[in-house]
Nanobody, 120 residues
Framework: QVQLVESGGGLVQAGGSLRLACAAS????????MGWYRQTPGEQRELVAT???????NYSDSVQGRFTISRDYAKNTVYLQMNSLKPEDTAVYYC??????????????WGQGTLVTVSS
C-alpha cells in the first residue's frame, strides 16, 4: 500500500503565493516521477508540473514561470511553489506518483486532492 498526503491548499488573493506539499509513504521501492495535476468542475484533469527522478521538470504553459516543482528525495515529498496566482488557477490540485513497489509492481497513485482558491 502506498499513501499520498497532500497539504497546503487554501484561499489566497490574486498575486499571492501558496506552497503545496505531497508526502508519499508505504511500500515504495522507487519513484520515477512525481507530479501535480489540477481539475475544475466539468473539466478534465490537466497536468500542472512533473519532476522526474533525475530532476528534469516539466510545466504546463499556463504556469511556466510562476510555479516551481521540487522534490525532497529523502522524504519522498514533492512540493509545488505557486507564485503570482491568478483566479484561473483555482482548482483542486492532485498529487501523482509513479514508480515501483517493493514487490516490483507498477505504482500510479493519486492523492486525495487539495483545493486552491484564488480570489480576484
Amino acid at each position: 500500500q502506498v499513501q499520498l498526503v497532500e497539504s497546503g491548499g487554501g484561499l489566497v488573493q490574486a498575486g499571492g503565493s501558496l506552497r503545496l506539499a505531497c508526502a508519499a509513504s508505504g511500500s515504495i521501492r522507487s519513484i520515477n516521477v512525481m507530479g501535480w495535476y489540477r481539475q475544475t468542475p466539468g473539466e478534465q484533469r490537466e497536468l500542472v508540473a512533473t519532476i522526474f527522478s533525475g530532476g528534469v521538470t516539466n510545466y504546463s504553459d499556463s504556469v511556466q514561470g510562476r510555479f516551481t516543482i521540487s522534490r525532497d528525495y529523502a522524504k519522498n515529498t514533492v512540493y509545488l511553489q505557486m507564485n503570482s496566482l491568478k483566479p484561473e488557477d483555482t482548482a483542486v490540485y492532485y498529487c501523482n506518483v509513479r514508480g515501483r513497489s517493493i514487490t516490483l509492481r507498477n505504482l500510479d497513485v493519486w492523492g486525495q486532492g487539495t483545493l486552491v482558491t484564488v480570489s480576484s
